[in-house]
C-alpha cells in the first residue's frame, strides 16, 4: 500500500497506534479524522516524503505541509518550518484544547481545526507577517478592520488563503462583491465555489 485515501481511517475511535512505513507516499486529507484514542502516530525514518515530529505528520518538500496529528492530543505547537496547515488535519480531535502556529505558517486549507469542539486557546506567533491571532480567532494581517460577516458583502472569484474565491468587502462594490452573507452560506453547502472545477470555469467566465 502506497496512498492512505482521503478519511481512510475517520472515526476509528479504538486505534491507539500508527506507525506510516516507509514506501507510503500519499496521505490524503482527513485520513485519521476523529481517531480520538489515537495516542501515537509515527512515521519510518526511511520515508522520503513524510516525517513526524510530537505525533504530527508533516511532509518534507516544499511548502512542508503538516497533514494530520493524533487524535488524543490535548496540545499540540506546530514546529517552526511548517508552512501550511493542510485539509482536516486537526479534523475530530476532540479532546485538542490548544494550538500554537508558528511564524512560519503562510496557508491553511480547507477547515484544518473542523470538529475541534474543546479548542479554547488558538494562537499565532506575533512574527507571522500573514496571520494574527485575538481572542482565539485566526485572522489575516491584509486588514485593520473587523467588520460582522453577515453585514459584510462578498465576491466569488477572490484569491482567498483557503481557495474557496469568497472575499468579504465592508461596502458593496458593484461587479465585484454583489452577494449576501445567507447568499455565499448557500454556495458554500452546496459546493458552489472555486474549489469545484465546474463552477470555477463558469465564474471565469462570468456565467454564473
Known sequence: ???????????????????????????????????TSLTKLT?????????????????KDNPKTLVCVAGSLTSVTIP???TKIGWGAFGGCIHLTEVK????????????????T??????????NTKYGSANNMIYTKDTNRYILAQDAWYSRVDITPM???????EFHLYGICDNYFK??????ARGETLLNPYINILLSENKI
Open 80 to 82: 517552526d518550518g511548517v
Open 1 to 35: 500500500m502506497n496512498d492512505i485515501g482521503k478519511s481512510a481511517f475517520q472515526n476509528c475511535k479504538s486505534l491507539t497506534n500508527i506507525t506510516i512505513p516507509n514506501h507510503v507516499a500519499s496521505i490524503e486529507g482527513g485520513a485519521f479524522s476523529g481517531c
Open 118 to 127: 474543546n479548542l479554547t486557546t488558538l494562537t499565532v506567533d506575533s512574527s
Open 101 to 116: 502556529l508558528p511564524a512560519s505558517i503562510n496557508q491553511l486549507q480547507g477547515n484544518p481545526f473542523s470538529g475541534c
Open 43 to 59: 512515521v519510518d525514518s526511511g520515508n522520503a516524503t513524510y516525517g513526524s515530529e510530537g505525533n504530527t505528520i508533516y511532509t
Open 163 to 169: 481557495g474557496y474565491g469568497i472575499g468579504a468587502y
Open 183 to 188: 447568499e455565499v452560506l448557500l454556495y458554500a
